[in-house]
């Protein structure tokens, strides 16, 4: 399959999952590097094409390796290496990159692995919903089954060595994707940020940042890489999330009781301004698509599926846009084709 | 609030919550730009933590500290934050153990071992994850576990000695 064929899909974590409402997705990343071997950012060419060429090797012996396609950063243009990132298959940083730097990605999407962006290796794995378990258990096998064919940099003391020592240990970082309207529009979600970065996690904007985060989107993710087994460091993380869709659950539930109308007025004026605008920009569709989320999750909007809306999340940024279209499009264009892409998934609900 | 480096009034605090445990940082604006903070940008504390946690001050002649594989100096280590190679860990220990250590609330690991890392390395692995429990049981004066806990380190001290060929 091309690049071109997952516009014609969506990412197999944007299916249904455990905990869905307030949780799109969980993800494991493993960061990995070969031994006696300079880091990408440091590395010649040479050292990264060479990496790159280990790689290649090595996915020989991945099972089920067929179902994975590859793509050098050289190889694609600007357009392409956007539609990845924004389907959340590469970093920002991966796709500024180039020589010896490209993605390794499984049919459904729930596996990718980057190599050289700022370690030789960064394995990922996705689910839908809160599950985090099986997501460190897919990183875990696919991490056992690439180092048949690689020798990891790791010391007894440190762990995985990684290029910033802000990974090294386990190299993992754990997340979790949160649909948090019910807290920002509470005005609780300062206090829930705060608590939750006081015992080691990172809140982050999915699209943007702090308690502005567009289509109040929101990753948590575990800081701490070093000095806990990995399954330690996901039970933490775990817990807390759940914490926090409590958090949420509450809000919603207080919104409804005792301002059910305002809630009512902000879907429905959502909806109204999604069916009828004929110019959206990203960040106002991503806003206005939130509302129409928790609409779907409180029962407001009967007929949609919350998961329509994820996907339709993706198809509305700028890349997804023109590579439906075919061809490179002006802002003004894509806020055109947005707003239309948009008025022709609400008409056919 | 005064700098922790001079007597000038601090312009830039950072503070970083780790575990429960807080750690804050003022520099006045000399300070902060001698430490590679643009003070227009967003900082990251894992680069201010590498250059004032260390022992920074000794090491200010020896900037030109260079990795012997990959040739990164200690300079450069200081300008991004990033090592150049596994080695760099080896080359750059001392302002690196402190960093970690500020970082993680820890200096060892214990999570995943590569496959073909030898026996010995397991055994280290299992000796420092028991000499973990050990502390933690201590702590809360379960000391019928403790004593457990150390005829097991010593257990598998005896044997990762044997396996080596009593080499130790």
């Known amino acids: 399959m091309t690049l071109d064929g997952l516009l014609q899909r969506h990412g197999g974590w944007l299916e249904s999952g455990p905990a869905e409402g307030p949780v799109i997705s969980s993800r494991v990343r493993l960061a ?14 040479e050292v990264r094409n060479r990496v790159w060429n280990e790689v290649v090797l090595a996915f020989d012996r991945v099972p089920e390796n067929g179902s994975f396609l590859r793509w050098r950063m050289d190889e694609l243009s600007a357009l392409d290496r956007d539609l990845l990132f924004e389907r959340h298959l590469i970093s920002r940083e991966l796709a500024e990159r180039q020589a010896g730097s490209g993605v390794f990605v499984n049919e459904d999407e729930c596996r990718a692995v980057m190599v050289n962006e700022e370690d030789h290796i960064r394995l990922q794995s996705l689910q839908p919903g809160l599950n985090l378990q099986k997501a460190w258990e897919v990183a875990d096998a696919l991490d056992n089954a690439l180092e048949q064919g690689l020798s990891y940099a790791f010391s007894s003391k440190l762990g995985y060595l990684t290029a910033c020592p802000s990974n090294v240990g386990t190299g993992l970082r754990a997340s979790v994707m949160l649909h948090l309207p019910g807290l920002v529009l509470t005005e609780e979600i ?6 939750v970065s006081k015992i080691g996690l990172a809140v982050r904007g999915l699209w943007g940042e702090g308690s502005e985060a567009s289509g109040h989107m929101f990753q948590i993710s575990n800081q701490i890489t070093l000095g806990k087994p990995e399954l330690e460091i996901i039970a933490n993380l775990e817990q807390i999330v759940l914490e926090v869709i409590e958090h ?32 959206m920009t990203t960040g106002e569709a991503l806003d206005l698509l939130s ?40 802002s003004e264009e894509r806020d055109i084709k947005r707003a239309l892409l948009i008025r022709k998934f609400l008409e056919a609900k | ?79 991004t934050g990033r090592l150049g190679c596994p080695d760099c860990y080896k080359t750059f220990m001392a302002e690196l153990t402190m960093a970690i250590k500020a970082m993680h609330q820890s200096g060892q690991h214990l999570g995943k071992i590569p496959e073909r890392e030898g026996v010995q390395t397991r055994m280290k692995s299992k000796v420092a994850r028991l000499h ?20 097991q380190i010593k257990k598998c001290r005896e044997e990762g000695a044997q396996d080596d060929g009593g080499a130790k």
């Open chain 2, 132 to 151: 973990k429990d050990l502390e933690a049981a201590i702590a809360r004066e379960d000391f019928e576990k403790a004593a457990k806990l150390r005829d």
């Open chain 1, 32 to 45: 990995r590097n070969l031994r006696d071997t300079t880091f990408p950012g440091w590395a010649s060419k």
């Open chain 1, 248 to 279: 949420e659950k509450n809000a919603r539930l207080r919104l409804m009781e005792k301002q059910e109308i305002r809630v009512r007025d902000h879907v429905g004026r959502a909806y109204g301004i999604l069916s009828n605008a004929a110019l």
């Open chain 1, 291 to 330: 509302a129409l989320r928790m609409g779907t999750d409180i029962g407001l909007l009967p007929g949609m599926a919350r998961r329509d809306i994820d996907r339709l999340f993706i198809r509305i940024h700028p890349a997804h846009l023109q590579k439906e279209a075919g061809e490179v499009l002006t």
């Open chain 2, 1 to 79: 609030m005064k700098c922790d480096l001079c007597d000038k009034e601090a312009v830039v605090h950072l503070t970083q919550v780790v575990n429960g445990e807080m750690k804050e940082i003022h520099l006045c604006e000399e300070h902060a730009v001698a430490q590679g903070i643009d003070l227009n940008s967003p900082i990251s504390i894992t680069d201010i933590l590498m250059g004032l946690n260390g022992p920074q001050k000794n090491f200010a002649n020896e900037l030109s500290l260079a990795c012997p594989r990959c040739g990164m100096t200690r300079e450069e280590f200081r300008k």
């Open chain 1, 190 to 195: 300062k206090p829930v940020i705060n608590a």
